[in-house]
């Protein structure tokens, strides 16, 4: 594995080469920069336009403390930004709007905003508005998603939410620029990501009532932030225009507006070649391939934070208690049933075939995106067939009545129902594909593809476990603190395979303790963490991702992933006009 | 005042079915002199309204032969433009349905109006309007203000047909065709409409063809009468003639085949079958003798002729020399018609 | 006691208008109409389009609802009679009609058309029933071979014979006749109706007979009623109508028929003047002030005419 | 020269519109109209073909994923290339094209069927039964059809061929049941029916045995047209993504692939030979449907 | 004429009642709800939980309908679940957005379907009116998905003429000229690759109309008059077949409803189509609901518009 840092650095002569090298229609995501490589030198202003690949519409709710849908969150980063950047580990710098310090005990942060840093309406950011902000996640009129144990790790804040209290006792406004916030607990996870760091202006939004604030037109029509660019006008779902931010406190962006356009993924292709838009998002893998070779832009990739995972339905949820409750005769609890099935599926040859290596064997549960806690050296559990048939027959899994298929230890047959979701041209045909692995080592599995919402409504994200679930397919996203428990803990609702373990509870506590801010100390806590999983099998990880960003040759001073130093307001481009494809 | 309005000579209407031509018209020759009512009657399918949708030249799809000389030109040769100026002005026409024959969608002032202005076109409005209000009136129409503004299905049976009478009066025609003017209508009415018919021919002078089945009707109006059977005139006699003295077996047939008034038969005389379908038509020989059976058939001509045999009165084939009415037809020939 | 009896028959049909389609009024398609037939004898009404004749005809045989009045059919009226009863009764009334094209189901053999009737009343065997119909058949005097033939095989007038073939197979003893000659050909109509009145000797049937064609009823019928919107202007002989019309209305119904005499036009059309000046003159005597005839009066044994109160 | 003696076939042609058999008659006509002759050999042809052909296919061998034979461009082994999970399209075209069929099919005679009772009864009893069916036809009528199918496909779990299908005949049905009671409407004002009524028929034989038979050709007409149509409504829905799952192929879901635009530039195998199929098979459904309705229109009828 | 569309308009209340219960039961029995979507390990389950329940969405499905049809008689359909703001806000933009193209589709359908219909049948059986069918009967079997993709296909993608997605240019300022332009532009693909093949039963229909009315005894009349076939055509026949052809105007609408789930979803037209698709997977119940009722509403208005039209056009209906 890789990660993002090195490749900014060899990026410069990969990027360009990509294609006539990779003649095979094979690719990796060594291949490629997550830096845009300039051509050509800027141009004084210019406007770039942004394609937001969604096939669902953006919902408009443009304030980081509220809004809930991944495309918002990208129109976000156009004109608002949190107080606190990272670095590509993703703990906290010093060289954002803010500065943090941390207290003796770890417990309480003092942060300093920048005195340069203004409201797009020029007022100040101040400590009040980034107190407000906590105030109104806190408030138990908030309609947003955002209220979670980072909040109330936070010391008053549950009194405040259950309205015990008037105001939130860890957090103190020090002075104008200067907000004080204290923890219950220290856990290293404070430095990755689990402050919130977004401040909310009162000044706008402070005489309205909470649970107005969302669907307000100063949150939907005219939204505020201190981002690199203003947002100029909206057409609701369809695309918005931004105008740089003279004030921006890194300094006056380069670029005079940019435009964010919503295009479905089936015209990427199509409004890149034409210069239609500069850079999107998230290009679809599936249609790289056929189209590495565009003339007009360079692929940047990088790491996604996400994997796909197969995982095994070991109990079910008990909703009174809200914790896991494994059951010990589930049909999947076999350890070495599971650990055959991981064996018997070969993830490398899918990521060749199905993504032509933009997708990639996983190994372990923190992906690579995480180069601080992944552990390159863990090989997880590799195809190997014979060691799963191995591992079956040893077990007591044997084809008892000759149709082919094992029967289970007792010596009933033994059906698997295995669910995962549709949507995406391979989703079919790759759970397909694991059936028909499963089926050579000798397991019948039957295969179910649901839409996305029956999928998770029977995997038990209501908290109701279907049983006849076995086996699901499905993939997670994670955040950017490598904290795995919100996923695997035995009180996270989270953990679909409802599996409960001693070891991996010890490791996931000792993971946010405060020794953990120790990086060696954690790191080695995860990599124990990591080869648990790997023998106990609750759910194996299957494929890691890789994120592609084409750019068009005329932009200059781009980058996609985190710590490249390189900022939005620097964005320029070289030529007026888009370039074309030839 | 007796001069030839109308001459026809040697008619001959053939529809295209599949790819032949049939006639329904065959061999039609005859005179309409102004002032007369010609009546032509004969049972349905027999090829009166083909032959006067032929005078009019209405035929969309059909292959007209012979001459239908109207005041010295020939009708059939005459170009659309020509016939486009005669029909409505010189030669109206009544239609048997007066409820299909009226636009539903328009008033059947203006529909009058139209056929005025169509041929006047520079008459001014409230002049046609006066003139369709006096036409409404001339055809007994009791509010024809009213009346003007009304839909035709607003109105009743007979004051459509008048209106379609109205409407064929309009431009005063020299020649009227009606074809089967009061079919629809109950015998009341039926009574009016002919005594219309008759009223105006006395102020228009006009010739009219009277198309019927109804002996009745053609004894209360014709001068004239010729009878058709299967596309051609099997007699033509002035009106006594031919109601006294009729020659033709199917002539006589049908008049000895409708009870009448006067006298009460006990048995009603029975023509056998029906007349056969156009592609079906017998082309040589008489076309009546399938169903006079009892006729021998060295009675009939080969090729019959229409023969005069007194001024004026013509009968087509000399099977009506020997014809006689059988006794009890039916018990000898039912079984032989199935 | 005459087969059939018609008291005060009044069928109305609602009127649906407004907002919810209620009934706004009713049409009085038959509006008190009574007449009786002797056995064995022809009765026929008249009038205009529209004057409720088929209603009449059909509310006997039960097509159409009776609003009220009775019709009794051999001293048994039809609307109370137990409904066995009146399966037993509908048997013995039975009707031709009007239209022998579409009377026909165009999708059935002869065989099982004629042979319609005697599958809902008699059980008989395959074989018994064909004998029969081929016997009907023959009754009306079509080929027994026929039966297996569709009805478009047929012309109208035979069409009208296998109509009647299928009314007479369950021997009844009434039969309402509407219009069942007027449409055909002039050329077809006399053998419909001369093999009507064949039939009607032979098996003592007695006619309904329905038609607007004066010299049609004048031929077949024995009695004559003649309707006017739903209503009775006059009843009597035939010979009584024909020759001694009392009610205005009737008088122009005759003057209108065509006389088949060119010879008399002329003095035709001045009767027919005149009576319709009579008619515009009296009018206000022989109808109330709705335009409906009045109730019918007695002026002989057999003869009613509409006339009002004072006579 | 003397006439036929036989009445009965000097008369025939007076009135083809009314006939002994509609079907002999429609099966006449659509022999004489060539091109729907020719129309309705090929749909002989295609449903044979594919309904013959699924029968020896291996339906598992065809969706099976294949590594390493995706998109394969058309070749000896692949007739008409493979999909991206290496499936054999042909065998899909085959398999998806019975499936279409199969539900158009189904869906058509359920309709059918309900639509020819409910218009039946409606239209044959008329007054306040027929004011209550139609009251909730009309409702149904005005439904926006397309939008409850798919809601009602995302509510019901798991569906199949059978549950698709009594979705789509739960909406579908009430256009043929308009049209056979308003042809039941007229047809009972025939005197034949009357006819029935006063011979003592049951007005259960006269709906079914005599008024229904005369229907026939206009519901053959109809449901030719349905068939059509509802085929094309499953693939409409298939290619939206309510339709079938992908283990059970449609020509929707074969169409729906080109939403791809690699896809649809590239790789023209996998939807364009299901997009020509289903142009040809409503094509050549629809002539045969329009040359019935014209054999059933005596005035329009050829020759 | 009043009284049928009082009594139109009464039958559409139990209608609308109707239809908006199936539609929300509909809703309530999918699987997920609307807050399933934030399955996201960074947001608490807890939270997702509260916001369950303060949205009511763990109440029984028929105090939600009632709460709900409690504001639509208010004439508030609620909020939407996802999107934060008042349906009908959300809605309003997107009908602005398919009212456009419902017209321009109209429009086109008529100027399409018009001529070719007049045509066909005055002319019929000519090579002409062989062409026209032809046309019509391709246009009947292709559905129109397929269609859609081609013209995208060749006019968006290969010869670039139209736009691929969107209503509007971004940035373009509503109001002026360039906004109206591109809204066009927008929208002409789109509404002419519905038309193209929603003509075709209007062609059809209109021709055998003319066919049918040629042959009407009133034709031979106004021949019989002496008018010229010209006049003959516009006067009488173009008259009377355009009559069941306007009353089919209201029915078009309901055909376009479904048609344009299609044309929104392949041009990526932001309409209520496209929304109602959208909503249905984000299981966005309140707007999904307003959308079937909306659309509900358009059809039950369009059928009610046919006839009043009818009622207009045709004396014969009109006395009554
Ligand atoms: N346009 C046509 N195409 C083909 N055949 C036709 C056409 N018009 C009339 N015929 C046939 O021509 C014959 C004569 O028809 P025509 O209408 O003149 O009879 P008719 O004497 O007027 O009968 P009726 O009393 O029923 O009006 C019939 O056999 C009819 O079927
Ligand atoms: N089912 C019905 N509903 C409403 N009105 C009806 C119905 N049947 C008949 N009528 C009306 O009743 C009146 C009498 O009709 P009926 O058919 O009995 O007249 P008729 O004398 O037989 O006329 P025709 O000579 O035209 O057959 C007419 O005004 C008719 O419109
Ligand atoms: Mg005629
Ligand atoms: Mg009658």
Redesign the pocket.
């Known amino acids: 594995a890789c990660n993002g840092d090195d490749k900014a650095k060899d990026g410069d002569d990969k990027g360009a080469e990509d294609g006539d090298k990779k003649k095979d229609g094979m690719y990796s995501i060594e291949d490629f920069s997550n830096v845009k490589t300039n051509e050509g030198e800027a141009i004084d202003g210019g406007t770039i336009t942004f394609g937001l690949v969604s096939d669902t519409v953006f919902e408009g709710t443009l304030n980081w403390n509220f809004y809930s849908g991944a495309p918002d969150a990208e129109i976000l980063n156009w004109f608002d930004e949190g107080l606190l950047t990272w670095d590509e580990n993703y703990v906290y710098t010093n060289d954002g709007a803010a500065t943090y310090e941390i207290s003796e005990d770890e417990r309480t942060f003092t942060f300093k905003i920048g005195d340069n840093v203004n409201w797009h309406d020029g007022e100040p950011v101040t400590a009040e508005d980034w107190q407000f902000a906590h105030e109104v996640i806190g408030n138990k009129d908030y309609d947003g998603p955002r209220y979670n144990s980072d909040f109330t790790n936070i010391e008053g804040m549950e009194e405040y939410n259950s309205g015990k209290a008037d105001t939130i006792s860890g957090i103190e406004v020090v002075d104008e620029k200067t907000l004080k916030i204290t923890y219950i607990e220290s856990t290293p996870s404070l430095l990755t990501g689990s402050i919130w760091s977004y401040p909310l202006a009162k000044h706008i939004f402070g005489d309205m009532a909470v649970a107005d604030i969302s669907s307000s037109p100063e949150v939907r029509q005219n939204p505020i932030g201190f981002g690199p660019f203003k947002v100029d006008s909206i057409v609701p779902g369809e695309s918005v225009t931004l105008t740089k931010n003279e004030d921006y406190w890194r300094g006056a962006p380069k670029l005079d507006g940019v435009t964010i356009k919503v295009i479905s993924s089936s015209t990427v292709v199509q409004e890149l070649e034409t210069g239609g838009v500069d850079l999107i998002s998230d290009f679809p893998v599936d249609q790289f391939p056929d189209n590495a070779e565009m003339s007009n832009v360079e692929y940047l990739g990088t790491i996604d934070r996400a994997y796909t995972y197969i995982g095994f339905k070991l109990g079910t949820w008990d909703a009174e208690k809200n914790v896991v409750a494994p059951n010990p005769d589930a049909k999947m609890g076999d350890v070495e049933l599971r650990q055959a099935m991981w064996h018997a599926v070969d993830n490398t040859a899918v990521g060749e075939r199905f993504y032509n290596g933009l997708r990639w064997n996983a190994t372990t549960l923190i992906p690579p995106s995480h180069p601080e806690f992944h552990d390159d050296k863990n090989e997880g559990r590799a195809y190997d067939p014979e060691a799963a048939m191995k591992l079956l027959d040893d077990a007591g899994y044997v084809d008892t009545d000759d149709d082919g298929f094992r029967e289970d230890p007792e010596g009933k047959p033994l059906e698997i129902n295995f669910i995962s979701m549709t949507g995406g041209d391979t989703a079919e045909p790759l759970a397909q594909y694991y059936v028909q692995s499963w089926e050579k080592v000798g397991l019948k599995v039957n295969l179910e593809m649901l839409e996305f919402n029956t999928f998770y409504d029977r995997v038990g994200n209501g908290g109701e476990d279907d049983p006849e679930v076995d086996v699901y397919q499905a993939a997670w996203g994670v955040g950017i603190d490598v904290d795995p428990s919100g996923l695997y803990g035995a009180e996270a609702l989270y953990n679909f395979a409802r599996w409960e373990n001693e070891d991996n509870e010890r490791l996931l506590k000792e993971g946010r303790s405060p020794e953990a801010f120790d990086l060696t100390y954690r790191q080695d806590v995860y990599k124990e963490w990591q080869q648990l999983m790997v023998d106990e099998v609750p759910v194996f990880p299957t494929l890691y991702r890789a994120l592609l960003s084409p750019v068009n040759n005329r932009v200059l001073n781009y980058a996609i992933g985190d710590g490249t130093g390189i900022y939005l307001s620097d964005l320029a481009v070289s030529e007026e006009k888009a370039i074309t494809a030839e | 005042m007796n001069e030839v309005l109308l001459e026809i000579k040697n008619l001959k209407t053939s529809f295209r079915i599949k790819d032949n031509y049939y006639a329904a018209v065959d061999d039609v020759s005859l005179n309409v002199k102004k002032n007369e009512v010609l009546a032509i009657v004969g049972e349905s399918g027999s090829g009166k309204s083909a032959f006067a949708f032929s005078i009019m030249g209405l035929h969309t799809r059909a292959q007209i032969e012979g001459q239908i000389n109207y005041k010295g030109n020939n009708l059939v040769t005459a170009n659309p433009a020509q016939m486009k100026k005669l029909r409505g002005s010189e030669m109206g026409m009544i239609f048997q349905d007066a409820l299909s024959a009226l636009n539903p969608l328009m008033v059947v002032g203006a529909q009058i109006d139209e056929a005025i202005f169509l041929h006047n076109p520079k008459s001014s409005k409230s002049l046609r309007k006066k003139q369709v209000i006096n036409l409404l009136n001339q055809v007994g129409i009791p509010r024809p203000e009213k009346t003007y503004h009304q839909y035709p299905h607003e109105l009743s049976g007979g004051m459509r047909q008048r209106i379609v009478i109205a409407m064929a009066i309009s431009n005063q025609p020299e020649l009227l065709i009606a074809d089967e003017p009061t079919t629809a209508l109950d015998v009341t009415i039926q009574s009016q409409i002919l005594d219309l018919i008759k009223e105006l021919k006395e102020t228009i002078h006009a010739g009219i063809i009277l198309i019927t089945h109804d002996l009745g009707v053609v004894a209360e109006m014709a001068d004239r009468v010729a009878v058709m059977y299967a596309g051609q005139i099997v007699e033509i006699a002035d009106i006594y003639t031919l109601m006294e003295n009729p020659k033709h077996p199917y002539t006589r047939s049908l008049l000895n085949s409708i009870p009448t008034l006067s006298e009460v038969k006990s048995d009603l005389h029975v023509i056998q079958g029906v007349v056969p379908s156009l592609q079906k038509l017998p082309r040589t020989g008489c076309r009546f003798a399938s169903r006079i059976p009892w006729i021998d058939d060295s009675s009939h001509e080969a090729s019959p002729e229409l023969h005069e045999i007194s001024t004026g009165h013509f009968v087509r084939c000399t099977c009506y020399k020997d014809f006689y009415f059988p006794e009890k037809v039916e018990e000898e020939h039912n079984y032989v018609a199935n | 006691m005459s087969l059939i009896e018609v008291e005060n028959l009044k069928v109305h ?1 609602p009127v649906r208008g407004g907002v919810f389609q209620t009934v706004q009024d009713h ?1 009085r ?2 509006d008190g109409v009574s007449f009786s037939i002797e056995q064995g004898q022809t009765y026929g009404l008249v ?10 005809g059909r509310a006997i045989i039960g097509l ?1 609802d009776i609003t009220s009045g009775k019709v009794l059919f051999e001293g048994r009226d039809l609307a109370t009679v137990s409904k066995k009863e009146y399966i037993d009764v509908r048997k013995d009334i039975q009707m031709i009609f009007q239209d022998p094209f579409s009377s026909l189901n165009p999708k059935k053999r002869v065989a099982d058309i004629v042979a319609e009737p005697l599958r809902n009343y008699e059980k008989l065997s395959a074989k018994e029933e064909r004998m029969r119909v081929q016997e009907l058949m023959e009754l009306v005097g079509l080929s027994p071979e026929a039966i297996y033939k569709y009805p478009h095989e047929f012309s109208g007038g035979q069409r009208q014979r296998i109509g009647i073939a299928r009314a007479i197979a369950l021997n009844p003893k009434l039969i309402i006749a ?2 069942p000659v007027s449409a055909l050909d002039v050329s077809v109509q006399a053998q419909v109706l001369n093999f009507m009145r064949e039939i009607q000797k032979e098996l003592n049937l007695t006619y309904l007979f ?1 038609s ?1 064609d004066l010299g049609i009823i004048r031929h077949m019928c024995d009695h004559i009623g003649i ?1 006017y919107k ?1 209503r009775y202007v006059e009843n009597g002989t035939a010979e009584e109508i024909f020759t001694n019309p009392q009610h205005i209305y009737t008088k122009r119904l005759i003057a209108a028929i065509p006389d088949s005499n060119p010879r008399n036009r002329d003095m035709h059309y001045e009767n027919r003047k005149l009576v319709k000046a009579e008619y515009d003159r009296l009018e206000k005597d022989f109808f109330d002030e709705e335009g409906l005839p009045y109730s019918l009066k007695s002026i002989s044994a057999t003869h009613q005419v509409a006339l009002a109160e004072r006579g | 020269m003397r006439l036929d003696k036989d009445v009965g076939t000097q008369i025939p042609d007076l009135d083809l519109g009314k006939s002994p058999s509609g079907f002999s008659i429609l099966l006449r006509e659509l022999i004489r109209d060539k091109v729907a002759f020719v129309s309705l050999l090929f749909l002989f042809l295609i449903v044979a073909g594919v309904f013959g052909t699924s029968i020896i296919l291996d339906q598992a061998e065809i969706i099976k994923v294949d590594l390493f034979a995706l998109y394969e461009a058309p070749s000896e082994m692949y007739w008409l290339g493979t999909d991206y999970g290496g499936r054999d399209i042909f065998g899909q075209l085959i398999i998806g094209t019975r499936n279409s069929l199969a539900i158009g099919i189904i869906v058509t005679l359920l309709t059918g069927i309900i639509g020819i009772l409910v218009g039946l009864i409606s239209g044959y009893y008329g007054g306040t039964v027929d004011n209550v069916f139609m009251r909730f036809v009309d409702f149904f009528m005005v439904l926006p059809t397309l939008m409850i199918v798919i809601a009602f496909v995302t509510a019901v779990p798991g569906y199949s061929i059978v549950s698709f299908s009594l979705i789509m005949t739960a909406f579908l049905w009430m256009g043929i049941a308009r049209l056979i009671r308003s042809k039941a409407l007229q047809e009972k004002e025939l005197d034949y029916v009357k006819a029935s009524k006063t011979l003592g028929t049951s007005d259960f034989k006269i709906m079914f045995f005599q008024v229904l038979p005369n229907l026939s050709s206009i519901i053959i007409v109809t449901m030719t047209l349905n068939l059509a149509a509802n085929i094309g409504i499953e693939s409409g829905l298939s290619f939206l993504g309510f339709g079938f799952p992908e283990s059970t192929p449609s020509l929707g879901t074969l169409i729906s692939y080109a939403r791809n635009p690699q896809t649809l530039e590239l790789r023209w195998w996998i939807w364009l030979p299901a997009s020509i199929l289903i142009l040809v098979l409503m094509l050549s459904i629809n002539n045969v449907g329009q040359a019935l309705k014209r054999a059933t229109d005596a005035r329009q009828r050829r020759g | 004429m009043w009284k049928l569309i009082v009594r139109r308009t009464l039958i559409t209340i139990p209608q609308i009642i109707v239809l908006s219960l199936l539609v929300f039961i509909l809703a309530q029995a999918m699987p997920g709800d609307a807050l399933t979507g934030l399955i996201d390990p960074s947001i608490d389950p807890a939270t997702i939980e509260a916001m369950r329940e303060r949205l009511g969405l763990n109440n029984p499905w028929y105090v939600q309908y009632i709460d709900w049809i409690k504001g639509v008689l208010q004439g508030d359909f609620g909020q939407s679940f996802r999107f934060k703001m008042p349906v009908s806000e959300l809605i309003g933009g997107r009908m602005i957005n398919t009212l456009w193209l419902s017209l321009a589709t109209l429009i086109l359908t008529y100027l399409i379907a018009i001529p070719l219909g007049i045509i066909s049948g005055r002319f019929n059986d000519t090579w002409l009116d062989r062409a026209i069918t032809g046309y019509t009967y391709i246009g009947f079997a292709a559905p129109l998905f397929i269609f859609a993709l081609v013209m995208l296909f060749i006019f968006g993608f290969q010869l670039g003429w139209f736009p691929t997605s969107g209503s509007v240019a971004p940035g373009t300022e509503p109001g002026t000229f360039a906004y109206f332009i591109s809204k066009v532009n927008h929208l002409l693909l789109p509404a002419l690759s519905m038309a193209l093949i929603t003509t075709v039963s209007t062609v059809q229909y209109l021709r055998s109309e003319i066919i049918d009315t040629k042959q009407k005894d009133f034709i031979v009349t106004a021949r019989a008059k002496g008018a010229s076939e010209s006049r003959v055509y516009n006067r009488h026949v173009l008259r009377n077949s355009l009559l069941p052809i306007a009353a089919f105007f209201g029915y078009e609408i309901t055909g376009l409803i479904g048609g344009t789930i299609f044309i929104e979803n392949i041009f990526g037209y932001p309409g209520m189509g496209e929304l109602f698709l959208s909503s249905i997977s984000l299981r966005d119940y309140s707007v999904m609901t307003a959308l079937v009722l909306l659309f509900g509403l358009a059809a039950i208005i369009g059928a009610l518009l046919s006839d009043i039209i009818l009622s207009l056009v045709d004396p014969r209906i009109r006395i009554k």
Do not use: L, Y
């Open positions: 049909f049409v398609a038959v009038g205009e389009s529209g004057s409720g004749k088929t209603t009449t159409n509407d219009e329905i607007h309707m739903g």
